[in-house]
């Protein structure tokens, strides 16, 4: 399969063409026989987040390709944390020392926006959303993907499947958004407040939660 690599600060990205794809390509990964029988995009979107993950570990000195848990979660190598994403034909990945969540969406268009605008946010949180210097669609996008991130950087603490009003949207500019916890969330997390990085990267958006961001 053709893909391109290039990283966006510590963020490791491969863009892919699908159609270059061969059964094949697959063998790369020790784990191949787990995907034999997954679909094309599936296969496709799991060998380029791979990819991105090797690029992202070979920073910290390892070169293994992050294997497959019982939850179909990367396994990262003791001592280090991972999250990967996918949106379209592009896949991103991040390697830190504590634990660590990434997501990229593309751009959400206005009309569904206000589609998804209420799974998304609260009464409260779209008023900050609608408030911003950023467009209502963009806004959202970054929330929802915001709010992605922060789940899987906090997923050890978590309540099952929070939903998104379990974090709720503070504040946000184009390069960074506050979340506060609630207890739905986790308890312990309780009122606490995230700072989330935040990247608007053409018909994307990317961001990053490090729980070492607490404020």
Do not use: M
């Given at each position: 399969m053709r893909t391109h690599h290039s990283t966006l600060h510590a963020i490791q990205r491969i863009d892919f063409e699908p159609d270059t794809f061969t059964p094949g390509d697959l063998l790369w990964l020790p784990h191949h026989q787990r995907l034999a029988h997954a679909g094309k995009k599936r296969q496709t979107e799991h060998l380029a987040g791979r990819i991105a993950a090797v690029h992202a570990l070979r920073g910290f000195?390892?070169?293994?390709?992050?294997?497959?848990?019982?939850?179909?979660?990367?396994?990262?190598?003791?001592?280090?944390?991972?999250?990967?994403?996918?949106?379209?034909?592009?896949?991103?990945?991040?390697?830190?020392?504590?634990?660590?969540?990434?997501?990229?969406?593309?751009?959400?268009?206005?009309?569904?926006?206000?589609?998804?605008?209420?799974?998304?946010?609260?009464?409260?949180?779209?008023?900050?959303?609608?408030?911003?210097?950023?467009?209502?669609?963009?806004?959202?996008?970054?929330?929802?993907?915001?709010?992605?991130?922060?789940?899987?950087?906090?997923?050890?603490?978590?309540?099952?499947?929070?939903?998104?009003?379990?974090?709720?949207?503070?504040?946000?500019?184009?390069?960074?958004?506050?979340?506060?916890?609630?207890?739905r969330f986790a308890p312990a997390l309780a009122n606490s407040v995230i700072s989330i990085n935040g990247l608007i990267n053409g018909p994307h958006v990317i961001t990053c939660t490090l729980p070492l961001n607490e404020a």
């Open positions: 000195g390892e070169t293994a390709v992050p294997g497959i848990g019982e939850n179909r979660q990367p396994i990262w190598p003791d001592g280090l944390y991972g999250s990967i994403s996918h949106c379209g034909n592009t896949a991103i990945a991040i390697v830190a020392r504590t634990p660590v969540g990434i997501d990229i969406e593309a751009v959400f268009s206005p009309r569904l926006a206000e589609a998804l605008a209420h799974e998304i946010a609260n009464e409260e949180e779209r008023a900050v959303l609608r408030h911003s210097a950023l467009p209502f669609p963009l806004a959202l996008t970054l929330a929802f993907s915001a709010k992605e991130s922060a789940f899987k950087a906090y997923s050890a603490q978590t309540n099952g499947l929070p939903g998104f009003h379990s974090a709720q949207v503070v504040s946000l500019d184009a390069s960074t958004l506050r979340l506060r916890f609630t207890a």
